[in-house]
């Protein structure tokens, strides 16, 4: 690209030379022609990862019209080789969407343990190694947010909630649960080819796909091969990050992604307080009737396992696991954002410092004025729920609560204005 980008300049300096009409004329058509082959070359070269920036533009331009053109015959039922065209020009146009977002980005180069110094060495498509980070949670733990921050970084591909067709069920082990991690790692992997259940169910649940706001626009634009593996694999290979939150799988179940040498995953554990858990649960139409969501039981039965998985992991994968507190994160976001970023190997890019600017409330007066702050959310359950209520919670939870640093509300008045937030170690 540098050489056509000469060749353009030396054209330009000739024409101004000569002063001639005719030569300018020349001039100006010798170098649309060097730019027409120098889109083609962009279209139609799946080697081209790093495009240049000057041809960003115009070539994105084109791209635009050339898939305008074949997505405007896609309601009549593109042709097998149609679509191929089309899925072509689409992660064509991506790729250049990736080079653009990771403009001016600072690589590892060794920090956090990942070599990487440009983006074709976290490029998949291009024989790299992306960066693959999973956070392990239930629900209405605070994942959402957590989620939505990843995704804010720079050219992250979000694989949202890969469970989702298994409905509101805790995923423990068995047969169950070597499926559910053979998708996850299938996901990570981009291999879409075997995911027939998950797609199917993506297409009349499409909030599979809306939290993956890279894919999805493109979705938007082209929903006749949004949901073909044809389309998700190539498109998929082109991310650097990929980040996915699961919400329906206890974490002893990830120690063999973990495990694999190749994989190289980062895991997160987010845990929350049951009581706010439960709080939060109850306002939800699609968890009563469901005991893996609505029993307080199994939600500290599983807050124990975790825990016991927990201390194995982060002694045996010091460096790529941990554990985190949603109370603690929402005291102090924009610290605790720094630190999983640094877990994570992803730089605090400014995307994500705005990203955080506009969805938390700077709290002046730190944990102190949070936790009195009846509207603050982690914290809303100390108002919500009756001290009978917090009490029936306790009692089947004082393990889990015991482990992850939880105090117990001893009366109502002390319910709602005590510190929720003790102490917890995995040692
Ligand atoms: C870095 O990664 C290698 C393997 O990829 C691992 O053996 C080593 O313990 C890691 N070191 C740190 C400090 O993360
Ligand atoms: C993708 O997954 C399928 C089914 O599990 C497998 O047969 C195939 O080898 C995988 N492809 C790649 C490139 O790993
Ligand atoms: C509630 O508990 C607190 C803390 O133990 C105690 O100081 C207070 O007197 C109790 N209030 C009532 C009404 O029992």
Redesign the pocket.
């Known amino acids: 690209m540098p050489e056509l980008a000469r060749l353009l300049r030396g054209a330009q300096a000739a024409g101004k030379r000569s002063g001639e009409p005719m030569s300018r004329r020349y001039s100006a058509y010798s170098a649309a022609l060097v730019v027409s082959v120098c889109l083609l070359i962009v279209v139609f070269s799946h080697q081209l990862g790093g495009a240049g920036t000057a041809l960003d533009r115009s070539a994105l331009l084109d791209l635009g019209r050339t898939i305008q053109g074949w997505s405007s015959s896609e309601d009549d039922g593109v042709d097998g080789s149609g679509r191929a065209a089309l899925i072509q020009a689409v992660v064509a146009e991506q790729r250049l969407l990736v080079a653009r977002e990771m403009a001016g980005y600072r690589y590892p180069e060794g920090r956090y343990n990942i070599s990487a110094r440009s983006l074709a060495d976290l490029v998949p498509e291009q024989g790299g190694e992306p960066v693959r980070n999973v956070v392990i949670t239930t629900w209405r733990s605070g994942s959402t947010f957590l989620g939505d921050v990843l995704n804010s970084h720079p050219a992250n591909f979000y694989h949202y909630e890969p469970l989702l067709d298994y409905d509101i069920v805790q995923v423990r082990g068995g047969p169950l649960g070597a499926r559910a991690v053979s998708t996850m790692r299938a996901l990570l992997n981009c291999n879409y080819s075997a995911l027939d259940h998950y797609l199917d169910y993506g297409k009349d649940h499409v909030w599979l796909f809306t939290h993956n706001t890279r894919l999805w626009e493109q979705c938007q634009r082209h929903p006749h091969i949004c949901w073909l593996p044809a389309f998700l694999t190539p498109f998929c290979r082109l991310f650097p990050f990929q980040s996915m939150k699961v919400v329906r799988l206890r974490l002893a179940l990830v120690e063999e992604m973990l495990a694999d040498p190749r994989l190289k995953v980062r895991v997160l554990l987010l845990v929350r307080d049951p009581r706010g858990t439960l709080q939060s649960r109850k306002h939800r139409d699609w968890c009563p009737g469901n005991p893996d969501c609505m029993e307080p039981a199994r939600l500290c039965a599983d807050l124990v396992a975790d825990y016991g998985a927990a201390l194995r992991l982060s002694s045996k994968y010091p460096d790529r696991f941990k554990a985190v507190r949603y109370e603690d994160l929402s005291v102090e976001p924009y610290r605790g954002v720094k630190e999983l970023f640094q877990f994570f190997g992803l730089d605090f890019h400014p995307s994500v410092q705005a990203f955080l600017d506009t969805h938390t409330k700077v709290n002046v007066g730190g944990v102190s004025s949070t936790y009195r702050n009846s509207k603050s959310a982690p914290f809303h359950w100390r108002q919500d729920l009756t001290h009978r209520e917090v009490r029936a919670i306790q009692r089947v939870c004082r393990p889990a609560m015991g482990y992850w640093g939880y105090r117990r509300a001893?009366?109502?008045?002390?319910q709602r204005e005590?510190d929720p937030l003790g102490e917890f170690r995995l040692a």
């Open positions: 001893v009366n109502s008045s002390h005590f």
